[in-house]
């Protein structure tokens, strides 16, 4: 692995670093067929200046003669795309050219060029910056590559937008968001605390998530997780606020009520909210893991619960499908905890047996099956359910080894994708980002040594979202010491 590479997260496909490198300076052309929309222009051109140190600014202008997904810095050659590769990279003295498969891939060439800029002279108005000449062809063994991430009432915007950026620029495709009582929504206030964003004030960040290249999936718990908040601290953000809203919950309130006709119709308004607020999109996360009190209130218990579970879930399937989207939900209800044993994570206990409803479980659903014991690179439950016919990810979450197995389980077996998950821990497990990111575009290992990962990703971060000297900003975590 050369000193290039080694700079690179994700580490591309096919790499060759003959020829000179590109020399530029102060201010830098790139041509394209049409200017990207004001957002993108702007978000690329602040990202251009942040990663040659402010030293340089990239100034998009129109020009004949190159096509859709190409980009021409200087006077460099835009190569050809070989088939089945997602962005294919050239930098010759010359300048630079950058041939994208789609938008998308496009973008992800101009990511993996950014990480290559190198400062020979910062000095103003003796600005001096090279890339090393180099041929780059890239694909992901993962097209469907998702962070998850929440949006706790401790998670800062400043903080979430980062992470937002850091995801695009180490090339995720997807983006969940799941808000833990933080979303002001129109429809009812109790569903968010006082300290809550408005709708507002995430949409500059849903933007940027759009503008780098990745789709935003829409998320809200539609089974257990009702709460908005975690079980261990016992908080609810409906019911601390509003005790009269108990009949939408289970009695225990962890629980949605499937029985009560209010709760449908309030978890369908609030999915028509939230998927407005995060744009266009294929996926809705619907959550459903650990509903422990599922089925406990009078009126749910009181009939066949699978039934009941089944047609909501089939409902909301049809319900999405209208919208030109499809479901994704947890795993774990859905493997018997009497039939798997460790490492294999399953929820549905024998009082519930949730697992029955799977073989009639429409197939548009898709299952991310979380298994955060495994290290292996086999996921006996994921191939459980591709070969009952569901597309399925696997989820992976604390540590590289469950990361890495997790990634490459899901590139062998022919799973539909990868979602890592990061939950409460994003600040301390910072680290795992750019694992997460190569596990899901190169779907294995690819160096013996990742201790570089945390100071590269640190690097990174000061350029996408800098912190412009305020220290609770920048980094990963307000504290250097924790209190
Ligand atoms: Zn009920």
């Known amino acids: 692995m050369t000193p290039y590479e080694r700079c690179l997260i994700p580490l591309p496909a096919h790499t060759s670093w003959d020829g000179k490198p590109f020399s530029f300076g102060g201010e830098v052309p790139c041509y394209v067929k049409s200017?990207?929309?004001?957002?993108?222009?702007?978000?690329?051109?602040e990202l251009w200046y942040n990663f040659t140190m402010n030293g340089s600014t990239l100034r998009f202008r129109e020009r004949p003669g190159i096509d859709d997904w190409q980009m021409k810095i200087g006077n460099g050659t835009v190569p050809n795309l070989p088939d089945g590769e997602d962005y294919a990279l050239s930098v010759t003295e010359n300048g630079v050219g950058i041939t994208g498969g789609s938008r998308e891939g496009m973008l992800r060439g101009l990511f993996t060029l950014m990480q290559l800029i190198r400062a020979n002279d910062l000095r103003p108005g003796q600005e001096s910056l090279h890339i090393p000449g180099t041929s780059i062809t890239d694909h992901p063994a993962l097209k469907f590559r998702c962070l998850h991430l929440c949006v706790f009432p401790e998670t800062t915007l400043p903080f979430l937008h980062k992470i937002v950026r850091l995801a695009g620029f180490l090339k995720f495709s997807h983006i969940v968001l799941e808000f833990w009582g933080m979303l002001r929504y129109d429809c009812l206030a109790e569903l968010s605390w006082p300290r809550a964003y408005t709708k507002n004030q995430i949409r500059p960040i849903i933007a940027d998530a759009r503008s780098m290249g990745m789709e935003v999936i829409p998320m809200i718990n539609h089974l257990g997780h009702a709460s908005a908040s975690r079980a261990c601290y016992g908080r609810h953000v409906v019911l601390d606020q509003n005790p009269r809203l108990a009949t939408l919950f289970e009695p225990d309130g962890?629980?949605?009520?499937?029985?009560?006709?209010?709760t449908l119709a309030l978890l369908r308004t609030m999915r028509k909210e939230l998927m407005e607020l995060c744009g266009p999109g294929s996926w809705f996360h619907i959550g459903c893991d650990e509903a422990y009190s599922f089925a406990t209130c009078d009126k749910c218990s009181a009939g066949d619960s699978r039934e009941l579970l089944l047609n909501y879930l089939n409902n909301l399937t049809e319900e999405l499908a209208k919208e030109g989207r499809r479901p994704i939900m947890w795993g774990d209800m859905l493997l018997d905890s009497e039939a798997w044993a460790p490492p294999i994570i399953a929820v549905s206990r024998p009082h519930q047996r949730t697992h029955e409803i799977l073989d009639r479980l429409d197939r548009?659903?898709?299952?991310?099956?979380?298994?955060?014991?495994?290290?292996?690179p086999k996921v006996a439950s994921t191939e459980h359910f591709i070969a009952h016919g569901f597309d399925t990810v696997t989820c992976p979450w604390q540590g590289d080894g469950n990361i890495f197995a997790l990634g490459q389980a899901a590139a062998e077996s022919g799973a539909f994708g990868f979602m890592p998950t990061t939950w409460?821990?994003?600040p301390?497990?910072?680290?795992?980002?750019?694992s997460a990111s190569e596990a899901g575009w190169c779907g294995k290992r690819t160096r013996d040594?990742?201790?570089d990962f945390i100071t590269q990703l640190a690097n990174f971060q000061r350029k996408v979202y800098p912190s412009?000297?305020?220290?609770?900003?920048?980094?990963?975590?307000?504290?250097?010491?924790?209190?």
């Not at 200017?35 to 051109?45: F, G, K, M, R, V």
């Not at 962890?254 to 006709?261: K, Q």
């Not at 548009?364 to 292996?376: C, K, L, V």
């Not at 301390?428 to 750019?434: A, E, Q, S, T, V």
């Open 449 to 451: 040594l990742y201790d």
């Open 424 to 426: 409460h821990t994003l």
């Open 35 to 45: 200017l990207p929309d004001a957002h993108t222009s702007t978000l690329l051109e």
């Open 428 to 434: 301390d497990n910072i680290r795992l980002m750019p």
């Open 468 to 483: 412009h000297s305020d220290y609770l900003q920048s980094g990963f975590r307000r504290l250097e010491v924790i209190e």
């Open 254 to 262: 962890w629980t949605w009520c499937l029985s009560n006709p209010e």
């Open 364 to 376: 548009r659903m898709m299952i991310a099956d979380w298994q955060y014991s495994i290290t292996e």
